[in-house]
């Protein structure tokens, strides 16, 4: 399955909606559920803490993934001040955002003329994406989502955690089984870490 394939099945799934994860919370609270790190105190991560981070999302998505194609994209919200070489690396490539995103985001996006937007298929196995969840980690890219058409799962990660929409209640009885000590104690609300400003659509504050 090619980009145009499998970014056409997206805009099936989810509304037309952009990959962002906080924004599909709000269409799409029956299928999500959120992954989380809480750190104790205020200081900023460690390698160590990033790389624990990194490792949790790759065990998720995994677990959603394996054995299919997804689809990779990306927002660079501003390509000069972002690492990009990650999803490079991976063979993602600027399109041409479906119609209706720029204005969707126009309220998050710091200057939509310096956003970029990219995307790549891949058949995932695990790992695949290590570099790019260390870089999403460490708040050092935009807005990332992971997206299978042949299920309709979508996992977006950011600074904190990451947002999980599962298809079927079953599956997503048994994510929450298999991941329980990463999810938080009882579902939060779609509005509770809504975002404060252009910024959160790299950083998400908890």
């Known amino acids: 399955m090619d980009v145009p394939e499998a970014l056409e099945a997206w805009q099936a799934q989810y509304s037309g909606q952009p990959p962002v994860g906080f924004m599909l919370r709000f269409t799409h609270e029956a299928v999500w559920t959120r ?52 999803l490079k690396g991976i063979g993602a490539a600027p399109i041409e955002p479906p119609e209706g995103w720029i204005e969707s985001l126009r309220d998050y996006l710091p200057d939509t003329s310096r956003a970029e937007f990219v995307a790549t298929t891949l058949s995932w196995q695990r790992g695949c994406l290590d570099r790019v969840w260390l870089a999403v980690a460490r708040d050092r890219i935009g807005r990332v989502a992971v997206f299978a058409p042949a299920t309709g799962d979508a996992f977006c990660p950011y600074g904190g955690g990451a947002d999980v929409f599962v298809w079927g209640s079953d599956r997503r009885s048994k994510l929450g089984d298999r991941f329980r000590a990463w999810l938080p104690a009882s579902k939060p609300t779609p509005g509770s870490t809504g975002p404060q400003s252009a910024r959160d659509l790299i950083a998400e504050p908890q």
Not at 58 to 82: C, K, M, Q, Y
């Open 35 to 86: 992954v989380h790190y809480l750190r104790n105190g205020a200081e900023p991560a460690t390698r160590e803490e990033d790389e624990r981070m990194a490792s949790r999302f790759d065990a998720v998505a995994s677990s959603l993934f394996t054995g299919t194609t997804v689809l990779v994209l990306a927002i660079h919200l501003d390509p000069r001040h972002e690492a990009t070489s990650e």
